[in-house]
C-alpha cells in the first residue's frame, strides 16, 4: 500500500503548539533558564524526527512519472512496495517506496538513487557526527556524547566501522585534489621534517603473557608512528650568535619577524618509515615547482632515517636538527658543572656558537678532552661520552652553519609540534591498545582535519558510496569550492 503524509500534518501542528507553549506560555514564566532551554532542545529533536519522516514518507510515496528502465534498457514493471529503515539523526524511520521488478532478487527502488539513501540503515550525517566524535575522543566517549545530545548512539562495532570506511576515502581524495594554492613568491624553500612518536599497540594474539614481569619488560609495548611534515617558506639568514641570543637568553628581542611555514601539511602512518616516505614523496611531487630553489629534509637524528631519507629523496639537503644537539650539550653541563652552577651558560654557549658556526670537529675534540679528566668522576665521563658518541654518529648531517647562511630551518618544530595534536592525544591516553588498521584509521581522519580539509574530504566521503551505488549522480561540489564554503563557515564563527 502506499504511504501518504497527510494523516501526519495535525500531530506535527499539536507539537509545534506545545514547542511555543513551553517558551512563551504560562508555565515559562516560572521555570529556570536552564530547563526551558533542555526541555525546548528535547521538543525541538522530536519535532525535528517527524518532519524527517514526513520528508521522507512524502518522497517515497511519490511514483516515478516515467517508466522505470533497467541500465540496459529493459522497462521494468511495478512489483510492490518495499521497506527500508533509515536511522538519521532525527530518530528510527520505516518508509515504503516503489519497488520494481528486475533481473536480480533485489528488485529497483528509483528513490533510493534520487534520496542517495547509503546502503547501510545509518544515515550520512548520523555515520560522520559519530565518526569525527571518534577521532576526537575514545570510541565509549563519542557514544556517550551522542546518546546525551540525541537520546541515542552507536554501538562499537558500528563506530569503528564508520571510521574505517571514512578513512578509506581520504587516500583518493588526497590524489584527486586540485593544485595547492600558489605560495608567496618568497617562499621558495621546500621543507620535509619528519619524527616519530611511540604509540601502543594490541600484543600479538600468539604471544604468551608472562605471569609476572620483571623490573625490565613492560607488558605494552610501542610501535613508531612516523610523523611527516610538507610546506614552503622563505629564507631567513642568521648568525650564529643570533640564535645562540634567541635560544640561551629569554629576554633578547628578536631583530625581525621570523617567516612562517606555509601550506603546512601533516600526516603520520604506523606503517613504518619505507610507508611514510612513500606517502611523504606521493605529496611532495603536489607542491613541486619552478619557483622551488632549495629542498630539504629536517630530523632529529634517529640513526634509520638518513637512509630513507636519501633513499626517497637523493636531491635533498639532509640536515639534522640542531634542538637534540644543543640539548646534548645541557646534559653534559648539568654532570660535568652541576645544575646550579651559574657557568653552565657560558659552558654551553661557546659550545653552541661552535656548533652553529660549522665547527663540530672542534667541539667534539674539546668535549673528549674534559672527558678524559682524571680528577672527574665517573657519571660526568659518561655523559660527555654520550653527547660525544651522538656528535659523531650525526657529523655528516651537522650543516647548521648552512642552514644559517641560507636562511634554511634548523628544527623540526612543525611536526613535533605535530605529535601531540595528531598522534598522542587520541591514541595514548592510559589504557588504549590499538591495531594497525584501527589507528591508521584514525590519523587519517584526524590529519585530514588538521590540514583544514575536514569538510571537504567529508564532502567526498558522501559522494564515493553513491556513486558506486547508483552509478553517474550529480557531482559533488569542487573542492575549491567546498573549501571555500568551509573557510566561509569557520570565518563567520564567534571566538
Known amino acids: 500500500m502506499t504511504s501518504t503524509p497527510e494523516p501526519m500534518v495535525p500531530p506535527l501542528q499539536h507539537e509545534f503548539q506545545h514547542l511555543l507553549a513551553d517558551i512563551t506560555g504560562p508555565d515559562a514564566r516560572s521555570q529556570t533558564a536552564s530547563t526551558v532551554e533542555l526541555t525546548w532542545f528535547r521538543r525541538r529533536l522530536a519535532l525535528g524526527a517527524a518532519l524527517w519522516r514526513r520528508f521522507l514518507v512524502t518522497r517515497a510515496a511519490v ?38 521488478a528486475a533481473p536480480s532478487p533485489e528488485g529497483r527502488c528509483p528513490r533510493d538513487a534520487e534520496l542517495r539513501w547509503p546502503a547501510r540503515a545509518s544515515a550520512d550525517l548520523r555515520r560522520e557526527w559519530a565518526a569525527y566524535g571518534a577521532t576526537e575522543a575514545s570510541y565509549r566517549e563519542s557514544q556517550t556524547v551522542l546518546d546525551r545530545i540525541l537520546g541515542r548512539s ?71 608512528a612516523v610523523v611527516t611534515g610538507l610546506y614552503t617558506m622563505s629564507p631567513s639568514p642568521r648568525t650564529p650568535q643570533e640564535v645562540v641570543a634567541a635560544r640561551l637568553d629569554d629576554e633578547h628581542p628578536r631583530a625581525t619577524a621570523r617567516p612562517v611555514p606555509v601550506g603546512k601539511d601533516l600526516r603520520a602512518t604506523w606503517a613504518g618509515k619505507a610507508d611514510a616516505m612513500r606517502r611523504l614523496a606521493q605529496r611532495v611531487a603536489q607542491h613541486e615547482g619552478p619557483h622551488i630553489q632549495p ?58 656558537e661552535a656548533l652553529l658556526a660549522g665547527q663540530p670537529d672542534a667541539v667534539i675534540t674539546a668535549l673528549e678532552a674534559e672527558g678524559k679528566d682524571p680528577t672527574g668522576t665517573l657519571t660526568p665521563q659518561q655523559a660527555i661520552q654520550r653527547t660525544v658518541g651522538s656528535y659523531r654518529r650525526n657529523r655528516p648531517y651537522m ?92 570565518s563567520t564563527r564567534g571566538p
Open 154 to 224: 552507536l554501538r562499537t562495532q558500528a563506530l569503528e566501522t564508520a571510521v574505517v570506511e571514512a578513512a578509506g576515502e581520504v587516500t583518493p581524495f588526497d590524489e584527486q585534489t586540485t593544485e595547492p594554492a600558489a605560495p608567496p613568491p618568497t617562499a621558495t624553500i621546500l621543507v620535509v621534517p619528519a619524527e616519530g612518536t611511540g604509540v601502543p599497540r594490541v600484543p600479538p594474539s600468539t604471544q604468551t603473557p608472562a605471569v609476572r614481569l620483571g623490573q625490565g619488560p613492560k607488558r605494552t609495548k610501542k610501535t613508531v
Open 295 to 352: 629542498r630539504v629534509a629536517l630530523t632529529a637524528g634517529a640513526e634509520a632515517w638518513p637512509s630513507q631519507l636519501v633513499t626517497s629523496f637523493p636531491e635533498y639537503t639532509w640536515i639534522l636538527a640542531s634542538i637534540p644537539a644543543t640539548e646534548s650539550l645541557w646534559d653534559a653541563a648539568h654532570a660535568l658543572l652541576g645544575e646550579t652552577q651559574p657557568q653552565r651558560l657560558a659552558w654551553v654557549r661557546a659550545y653552541l
Open 399 to 490: 650543516r647548521d652553519h648552512e642552514s644559517l647562511a641560507h636562511g634554511w630551518p634548523m628544527g623540526t618544530g612543525v611536526v613535533e609540534g605535530a605529535c601531540g595534536p595528531l598522534v598522542n592525544d587520541r591514541l595514548e591516553p592510559s589504557g588504549m591498545r590499538w591495531t594497525l588498521g584501527g589507528a591508521q584509521a584514525v590519523l587519517d581522519l584526524r590529519a585530514v582535519r588538521i590540514n583544514g580539509h575536514g569538510e571537504a574530504c567529508w564532502a567526498w566521503h558522501r559522494h564515493q558510496p553513491h556513486q558506486r551505488l547508483y552509478g553517474r549522480i550529480a557531482p559533488a561540489p569542487a573542492l575549491a569550492e567546498a573549501r571555500a564554503l568551509e573557510w566561509a563557515a569557520s
Open 63 to 100: 511514483r516515478p512519472a516515467a517508466p522505470v528502465t533497467a541500465p540496459e534498457g529493459t522497462r521494468l514493471t511495478d512489483h510492490d512496495q518495499r521497506s527500508t529503515t533509515d536511522d538519521s539523526v532525527c530518530g528510527h524511520v520505516r518508509v515504503e517506496r516503489p519497488d520494481f
